[in-house]
């Protein structure tokens, strides 16, 4: 395989692309699926529109792009520095073997691969810790509360606050529980943080 990609590295960049992009699509559906389930009993799939679903894989898929370049710039100054630790670990007598860690230029796709893994594990851990403690990602606040005189139905919901914000529904959590809206023309809001 490393010789395929030798031989013609612009064509395994399009396959690798295609397939983390659908790779993100799919863990941005899951994730969001999580979420929504886990603070507000809701399917996500059924409020958001595609469009919704859309932007919120390139969010994800942007996240896992930064967290990549982060760690090839992390591999490559590891690589850079190999030497300097190598001479400055070298008197313990081999109790810090530097030698078998892989650097940049050694690294293999199975290497890359298991970074991406740990990679992808911990951007999940950090993107579900609000959840856990029941509160909304950072991704998902929009620094919206409800104006004072709104009404979901017969519901008052003076001291509402905009959890969720879509291109054609939103989640408002207010006193008396969670409301899911469609019409966001009559939904007036002010901002939370002045």
Known sequence: MTDEIKRNPIEW???????????????SGMM?????????RLNYFLIATPSDVIMSAFLFG?????????????VHLASKLYPVLDRA?????????????PV????????????????????????MAPVIRRQPPIW??????VSADVQF??????????????ASAAIVRCSSGVVVTHNLESLRTTPRFP
């Open 13 to 27: 960049f399009i396959k690798a692309f295609s397939v983390l992009t659908a790779g993100s699509f799919v863990f």
């Open 32 to 40: 969001n699926g999580i979420v929504f389930w886990a603070l507000w």
């Open 62 to 74: 942007m996240m896992l792009t930064i967290g990549l370049i982060v760690s090839g710039i992390f």
């Open 89 to 101: 670990f070298g008197w313990l007598g081999g109790k810090l073997n530097f030698k078998h860690y």
């Open 104 to 127: 940049a230029h050694k690294f293999t796709i199975a290497d890359w691969t298991q970074l991406f893994s740990y990679l992808l594990v911990v951007t999940m851990i950090y993107l």
């Open 140 to 145: 998902y606040q929009t620094g919206l509360q």
């Open 153 to 166: 139905g017969s519901r008052a919901c003076s001291d509402g606050v905009v959890e969720w914000l879509g």
